[in-house]
Structures are given as structure tokens and as C-alpha cells.
DNA sequence: CTCACTCCCGTAAACGTTTACGGGAGTCGC
DNA sequence: GCGACTCCCGTAAACGTTTACGGGAGTGAG
């Protein structure tokens, strides 16, 4: 814990001046002999330079922070997983901030970005991009990256999943199964991908020409427990031949409360999840899912973080990535 | 992406010296009107204080690091999420790092606390706590807490899991299942969970006055399709009545093979996993699983590293973490 | 010998804070 | 009317770097 070596320390036991430290340390052109006393003095001493010093001076702090709502979310865990990498191959240190999906802790993380802690932020806002984070978005003193969608003509890049497509996927995927009662668990729908899951389900319908039935559709939390509540009110009410859930989550809730009601998966009741995570290949029968491709997502905003703090006053960029759907026994019942 | 103000731009402004302005913001006492004067100020220009520069006087970053192998990991995932909101709560930020289980990624980790970047470190290295650390973490220029072992004397405090208490709370729930041929799906030896595994299941098979059989026990990886590989080298010259399986990803992998094989569980083979993660309760049957307190593990290391922040000086101190076994169908049979 | 030029390197300023120190103005008591 | 004391506040140094600037020493040409 002692006070480590500076380059003060380093030119007094090399007997040079700190600057002649600092651009040997840097590389710049001095006289050999310059550079071995130098190096000798900074190995002795055990010398790592001190990177406040450096960001205070070079107005860089190496550092990139991703703020979302929850780590313990599958999703959010395949981002840091593809995110992480891209920064560390770049010199950059992850900073991670979970919000619990609370406005005022994001905006909180915006305003804060004035500290210059960190060089950038990745951010997904779970409750979508408000009025509120607007300002804070378009004067931010650093580059922001959003996962999630963003209004027209917001000023930042943009990552953004086609949960539309995704569900529209699915949907077919039932559809051309013969399912006709295709049920909808969703999650809140203030939240961006409740409310998107909520239009896509109706749009896609329609374009399968089957008829809208609000029996078949409730709306509980992105988690098992909520999801099994769900499950239980919906089938209080109507006989779904099909499910499609939010997320893997309720999905796996629902497959509880089918099982307890003895209905067979896929036979009476087909069962479709979203997210595509681990757990829907841990489940049995294992869940089929729609990718919304959340590492593909994490990996292509930590590209356009980096890309924007390399080069900087290019056009704000969206990229939208496709769903993929990943299918398996809860649909087509082999395992 | 402005140059924000800086307490010169709000001295100016004010019509005052930057000392009072700092005097000021940190609320130290202050002619009333100096102190509206500068509030004014500081609030039309928008200032937020720089972290850096503050950093740089003050010797504190608010930063603190945690090291882990693999954030995909729901043992470190569960860790990560109990560390966040202790650390917060305390008004420091997290970093995360990635080290893929690499000694070198961690010896670096250590050598770069140097650069003063965080005010402490939470490591959990994966192949423990080899000779080449100890350097290193005597002489850390930051507090360090590990999670898991360290050499006896060593002066870092130490969250550790026990894994001997785990692996018996295991072997006597079957044995008290009325199992006797009882085998091992171990990860990596050379890896701290694996060799304690592996020695505690051997303690525990004596105190039971059961015989050890090498032929039930095989060695593969922490990963379901490695623990897949493992149960079929295993089945092949053997016959379990049942199987403790390092983690809970090992476990699913052995499901996948004991379906396969027309095996049932918990009827002909029991299975036991490790780690009690999402995943055990994801899976069908609903898995049996030693709980080693990943989530406690991480709050307390991040409470002995906030304690050792703030005061600095006590003894080292070594925290163990009690075991827990949930149990579920693939011993008991009803789901 | 002097001038021009090159090559190194040291001095000092700067990044944005915090804080020790001392000075000026005001009050009070004698 | 002056010393002692208090209350504010400004000047300047410091944290550990990087870097602009300029000076000294050496070389070569004229």
C-alpha cells in the first residue's frame, strides 16, 4: 500500500530531468545512453505510470461504461460477454452500472457522464428513450451508444433488435404448424419490448390473416413467476393451441402451469420463447426461441462506441439486427 | 461533446477565486453571498465536477475492479449482481474484468492496480492463488479481497466456499436415498473448484464407509457439452446408481446423455448438481444442487473490501461460506 | 574563428481539483 | 487610537503526467 514510484523519483535515481522520463517512457527520440539509465531506474523501482495522471493531462480515461437494468438478466449477460472483449482488444476498461430499470438511475448515469469518468457509454434504456433523456442524450459530453430504439432524428448511433420480425418468425413458424389459437405472454407494456412485442403479435396476425383475440393475450413481468400467473389467468379463459412468450423467463413459467394442468407440450399446447438463452436448451422439453441477438447486439455497439471515439463527427449510425428463430421440441416435439 | 465549465469558468463568472468556488461546492463555510453567487453560476453553466482531476488530488478514484474468469458464468454472474448495488450504495463504480481463467490476464490485473486506476480489487482466480500472485498481492498497491483459496498467512482477505461441506451435504443425501455406487463429474483438476471437489469427495466417501472406485469417477470440463462427453466415458464402464456432477452445466450435460442412454432420474441414476444456479430449476427434472453461496460470496467480498477501504489496518480477515443443499426432483423424484 | 545547424535535454506550464497560508477588513475592548 | 481577534477570501502550491520552448554543446563549412 506503500506510495508508489513516480517519474519524479525515476529522474532523480537516473539523474535526468522528468521529462527526459516521460519520453523515454513514451518512446520519443533520446539518446541511448538517456534510455538506459532511464529504463534501468524505472525496472529497479518497479515504476507503472499512473493513469489519473495521464487521463487528467490527455483528456482520455481508457474507460467505457454499459448501463442496464439488470446483470442478472440473460440478455444483458450476452452483451457484457461480447461487449467486454471489444473494449479490452481496444485498451478500453468496462465500467458496468445496473439500473433496475429505474428512469432516474439512467439519467442519472447520462448527467454523470459530465465527470469524465469514462470516454463513452453503451446504454439501454429498459423504459425506452424519454423526453426526459433526450437533452441529456443530444448534449452529453461523450458518445453514447443506445440498444434499444430511439425517436427519429436523435443524434446518437443506435443498436436496435427487430422484435417485430422476431415475432412475425414465430408466428409463421406456428402458423405453418397448423396452430390457429396462438397466445401472447407478455411482459409490462411501458417497457420497449413489451410494448413492441404487443404490435408486432397484432401486425402479425393480421398478415396471417387470423383474427385478433384479446382472451389470448395477457400481460404479467419478464420473470418465471409472473409468467406462470400469466399462464394460469390466460388458461382460466381460453384453450390456446400455441403460446408465444416475451422471453425465455415466462416461458419457462409457463411451462410449469401446463405442466401442472397436464396439457402437453408441443401436442396440445406449443410453446415459444424469446431471447433464445441457455435456459431455453436447459428446459424439457427444450423451448423453442427466437434470438433477438443480444450478443450480436452488445458486440455491434461496443463497435460503433469505438468507432465514434476513434474518428468521432461521423453520422449517428443505426443498425438494426436480425431475429433468428431456433427451433426445437416445444414446437416440433423431438428433442 | 463540448469542453465542459471548470470551477475557473465559474470563478470567473462569479467574480470570485476558483478556492472559494471550491469552498463552496464541498460546502465548506462561506459568506452567504459568495455562496449564492457561485450556486448561480455553477447551476447556469450546467457543472459537473471532474472526476479525474478530483481523482488526482485526492488519491481516490471510487473505483473498485472484480476479476473473474468468465462473466457468462452464472456463478460470477450471481457474484457481480451482489457486488453492484453494495459497491453503489457506497459511491464507488464497478469494473469488470475478464480473464478467460488466464493466470497471466489475472497477474496482469494485479500489476496494473499499480496505475491507480481503482481504489481495490475483488479476484477470484480460477487456478487459485499460484506462487507468481503472491508476490504480486502482498505488495498489491491497493487492498485486494480474494474469492477462494490463498495460501495460509497470506496477508488479503479471503471469502472462501466450502466445498468439502458441499460435496459431504451431497454424498449423504444419497447415501441416505439408500445410493451406494455414487459418481463424480469433475471439472478441471488443476482448477481450484475441481481439485476440492475432488478431494472432498473422497473424504466424504470414507466417512460414509463407502469404497472409492476409480472407474466412477471422470474428469472433463465446466461445460455442458464437456460434462455431456464425461457421463459417456463414464456410463461406458460403469453403472452409477448416481451421479454428483460438479456444477449445475456438467448436470445438464449428463441429463442430455442419461435420456439418451434410457436412463431414468432419479429412478436409475440420481443427479446431483453444483451451484444451485437458474439453470437447476430450468431443467426437467428440476435439479438437486449444492448451493456454494455465490451471491454471498460476492457481498461479503465486497463488504471486506469497502471495511479495508475505510479503515485499512486490521488483520486480514477469511470469511467461509456455508453450503446449502436444495433439493429437487432428479433425487426425490416429485418435481 | 564564427555562424548555422543539429541533437539532447531541462525548465516550466498545463490539465482541474483541493487546501495551506496569509492578508485585508471589520469589530471589540482598553 | 491601537492591538488582538475573527471572518472571508485570494494566491499559490500540489497531485503525476505530457509537451512547448529554448538553451547548451557539438559539428561542419566558410
Not at 449477460?77 to 439500473?99: C, D, F, N, W
Not at 436496435?160 to 408466428?171: E, H, K, N, T
Amino acid at each position: 500500500m506503500a506510495q508508489g514510484p513516480t517519474i519524479t523519483t525515476i529522474a532523480a535515481r537516473a539523474g535526468v530531468s522528468i521529462a527526459s522520463v516521460s519520453r523515454v517512457l513514451n518512446g520519443l527520440p533520446t539518446r541511448e545512453e538517456t534510455v538506459r539509465k532511464v529504463m534501468a531506474a524505472a525496472d529497479e523501482l518497479g515504476y507503472v505510470p499512473n493513469a489519473v495522471a495521464r487521463s487528467l493531462k490527455s483528456n482520455r480515461t481508457y474507460q467505457v461504461a454499459f448501463a442496464m437494468a439488470d446483470i442478472g438478466n440473460p440478455t444483458y449477460v450476452a452483451m457484457v460477454r461480447e461487449i467486454q472483449p471489444v473494449l479490452k482488444a481496444a485498451g478500453y476498461r468496462l465500467v458496468l452500472h445496473s439500473t433496475d430499470g429505474d428512469v432516474d438511475d439512467e439519467l442519472d448515469v447520462l448527467r454523470r457522464l459530465g465527470e469524465r469518468y469514462v470516454d463513452g457509454l453503451i446504454i439501454s434504456p429498459l423504459r425506452g428513450v424519454a423526453q426526459r433523456h433526450l437533452d441529456l442524450l443530444t448534449s452529453a459530453p461523450a458518445p453514447v451508444v443506445v440498444i434499444g430504439s430511439v425517436p427519429e432524428g436523435t443524434p446518437v448511433d443506435n443498436v436496435r433488435a427487430d422484435s417485430r420480425a422476431g415475432v412475425r418468425l414465430a408466428l409463421e413458424h406456428l402458423h405453418g404448424l397448423g396452430r390457429r389459437r396462438i397466445g401472447l405472454l407478455n411482459g409490462p407494456l411501458d417497457t420497449v419490448p413489451g410494448a413492441a412485442r404487443a404490435t408486432a403479435y397484432t401486425d402479425a396476425l393480421a398478415s396471417l390473416g387470423l383474427p385478433y383475440d384479446p382472451n389470448l393475450v395477457e400481460v404479467g413481468d419478464f420473470y418465471r413467476a409472473e409468467g406462470a400467473l400469466a399462464a394460469r389467468r390466460l388458461l382460466e379463459r381460453a384453450r390456446p393451441d400455441a403460446l408465444l412468450c416475451a422471453n425465455d423467463l415466462i416461458a419457462l413459467g409457463a411451462l410449469d402451469v401446463l405442466r401442472e394442468e397436464r396439457l402437453r407440450v408441443p401436442e396440445d399446447v406449443a410453446l415459444v420463447g424469446m431471447d433464445d438463452t441457455e435456459l431455453a436448451t436447459a428446459a424439457w422439453p427444450t423451448l423453442t426461441s427466437v434470438g433477438l441477438g443480444s450478443a450480436e447486439r452488445g458486440r455491434r455497439a461496443a463497435e460503433l462506441l469505438l468507432d465514434r471515439l476513434n474518428d468521432g463527427a461521423a453520422a449517428p449510425r443505426i443498425v438494426t439486427v436480425e431475429p433468428t428463430l431456433a427451433v426445437r421440441a416445444s414446437t416440433e416435439g423431438a428433442p
